[in-house]
């Protein structure tokens, strides 16, 4: 994504006021943008500890700063102060329940920075606010399929127009699985290797199946029949019987797409007549959970078939 991504000081606080117990104490008001210009970064490069080399980030005072403040000459603070200011941080927050230094106040006065001060240890408000930016700044994009919670892993169902998602998927919530997402899916990369989808708030608990129109699934099933978000683990393609030479019956390599950058694990199910694709989609689930866990049953069989030709030469 090369469009700049941004979020307002102002939001942050709102949102965090009471969590964080924050107090806005200079430049009240003053409203500025966190900002994440790189493809590739995330939440945790706009917000860190008091840094000098990323002026840019949203800056956190805590023990150590407060101790190194009092350590260094006037001079030298009122330079690394100024050095600061100059590239406009988003704003500076004062955790570990300490007062505002007087020189940190005037300076933020002066050029208009938002301070907020906090009670709550200086790491736990970054750990907070890392979590909360990554998700607010992540890469996203929208998918057409319908994403489900299936035996605890967020899975995306693909195919055509009219090859059987919807029902697929009213299929799965009969025997306990969740719906996240029906027909569009928000993704968002919120880490290096984690795509997180949730569903667009005006279609979140519908689904859509042929004949009977638009099902609320939380009505019908229940609560536990609707999630809000889940992170992507498995896509599912559906496919319909082409003419041609017919799909593998063993596909000895793992199939990926890629979503956001990140390589995702796939499978491809054809649909034909008769075919219980929910026993087959949960076998995909639990085979991709074992592979999860470093147990592979194709690779398992193509060794122990190679073992037997060896046994046979022998």
């Not at 290797?193 to 979140?204: A, H, Q, S, Y």
């Not at 099902?215 to 003419?243: C, D, W, Y």
Request: with cysteine; net charge neutral; hydrophobic share 45%.
């Amino acid at each position: 994504m090369s469009a700049l991504r941004r979020f307002s000081v102002a939001q942050l606080y709102e949102d965090h006021r009471d969590k964080l117990r924050l107090a806005w104490v200079a430049a009240v008001g003053v409203d500025r943008q966190i900002e994440l210009k790189e493809r590739g970064n995330y939440g945790a490069d706009v917000v860190g500890h008091l840094n000098v080399v990323h002026p840019e980030r949203l800056q956190v005072i805590g023990d150590a700063e407060v101790s190194w403040a009092r350590r260094v000459s006037q001079q030298r603070l009122q330079q690394q102060l100024s050095d600061l200011m100059e590239a406009r941080p988003p704003a500076i927050i004062v955790a570990d329940g300490h007062e505002v230094a007087p020189a940190i106040r005037q300076a933020c006065e002066t050029t208009q920075t938002p301070l907020f001060t906090s009670p709550k240890p200086c790491s736990a408000v970054i750990d907070l606010l890392r979590i909360y930016l990554a998700s607010r700044l992540a890469d996203t994009t929208s998918l057409h399929g319908v994403f489900m919670d299936v035996l605890g892993m967020g899975i995306l169902i693909t195919g055509d127009s009219g090859v059987g998602k919807s029902e697929l998927a009213l299929e799965l919530i009969s025997r306990g699985h969740g719906l996240v997402a029906d027909d569009v899916v928000e993704m968002a990369r919120i880490a290096p290797t984690t795509v997180e989808g949730r569903c667009p708030g005006m279609l979140r608990d519908y689904l859509e199946v042929r004949g009977l129109g638009l099902l609320n699934i939380r009505t019908i099933f229940g609560e536990t029949a609707s999630r809000r978000k889940m992170k992507l683990k498995l896509i599912v393609h559906l496919q319909k019987p082409a003419a041609g030479p017919d799909a593998p019956r063993l596909p000895l390599d793992a199939q990926t797409q890629e979503v956001l950058g990140v390589p995702i694990r796939k499978v491809v199910i054809p649909v034909a007549a008769g075919r219980n694709l929910a026993v087959l989609l949960e076998a995909a689930v639990r085979n991709t959970i074992l592979q999860l866990r470093g147990i592979d049953s194709m690779g398992e069989f193509v060794n122990r078939q190679q073992q037997a030709l060896l046994d046979d030469d022998m």
